[in-house]
């Protein structure tokens, strides 16, 4: 008999307070399957503190130790469950499984609000939404002259309930709990050609900033704020390494690395999009900030990796992914500041989950407004990025033409992103 879905995903508490849930996905394997459930964890907010993967090539066997990445944060176990089983290829008999959810055909949702400007809101609406699930697809804020703020988000309901009339009031109601007597008025729609419209009509980046933004290597000299400052020096330790000769099947691949939020996910990424399959692998902690990882790995046809030029660019790859796995930059906008943060996507065209929300929060504590934000795509020598981009107010903290200043910002939305 197959397997019933409680045995496919399996999520446990620690035995003690404190101590990491522990997730097992029990299911028949698929390339690019843990890049999938690193997203997923990610999506959640929770964090990876070590782990085990094995698979024979047709059944896949995962063990994840998990801790939210802060301790507020409220996690909805069982819909973590929901979403991995989701992304489980079924197992025979398939009856028993959900049938997997594609998030590219589920509908896109125009949230449309106005509300009084203040500190914070724009972070505030990104948590609700997250907390409800719902992923943001595309954003245009814009802050009018009279002191009001007109936000369109574009959204896709994880739990595929928003055509319904219960899901949409209660997103309208946890804005209203949460903006109070500021929101003027909320409204919630299937986004049709509005969406159409704003992925064709995203503004363009000029061209110095689209060269510093998504160039492959990054120079030591900044010259509009990208640099990495003091943690710079600690990233560049990463190690990359094959080595052919303990396996007659597989190639492995060690890595040393800088502990940091979605480094899994980053690297896992970067094997899916080229079709490398892991056979075994096992990640832990060296010490507190630093991570080792061992995979077999192999190519989807089974053969190993033994082009010493493949095998070199495997590994600069993924240094670069280590080093810079999202780019964070201050450009002049005419007469305006802006805050770019870029990440590549996948090459099924996934983004990378609670960017916006991380971008948010770091300006939120700064005590810095967003005038302006909106979020599209860039194509970059055939790699398509994903790009944020925040118009910054200017205050009597933070005079942004001020490079210092402007250093302190990116370093705060960059430690923020990478979870120090």
Known sequence: ??????????????????????????????TGLGCDICHTILEFGLYITRGDVSTDGIWCYVVLWVIPRLSSRVVRWMNLKDRLLSI????????YLPSPRPSSSSPVYLLKFCSLDRKGLLHDVTQVLDELEHTIQRVKVTTTPDGCVLDLFFIKDNLELLHTKERQDETCEQLYNVLGDSIISCELKIAGVQYDNLQHNSSSLPQLVAEELFRFTL????????????DVSELKRATVKTDNSLSPLHTLLQINCVDQKGFLYDIMRTLKDYNIQIAYGRFLPVNKDRRELDLFIQYKDGKKIVDPEKQDALCSLLKMELLHPLRVLIANRGPDTELLVANPTELSGRGRP???YDVTFALKNLGICIFLAEIGRHTSEEREWEVYRFLLEENRNFQLSNIVVRNQI?????RTLMGW
Do not use: H
Not at 88 to 93: F, N, V
Not at 410 to 414: E, I, L, P, Q, S
């Open 1 to 30: 008999m197959g397997m019933t879905s409680d045995d496919a995903v399996l999520i446990e508490k620690g035995k003690k307070a404190g101590e990491p849930y522990v997730v097992t996905v029990n299911c028949p394997d698929k």
């Open 88 to 95: 489980c290829p079924p197992s025979i008999p398939s009856f």
């Open 219 to 230: 120079s030591d000299k900044e010259p509009l704020s990208q640099a990495l400052s003091r």
């Open 354 to 356: 609670r960017v916006f």
């Open 410 to 414: 990116v370093d705060k939305v960059r």
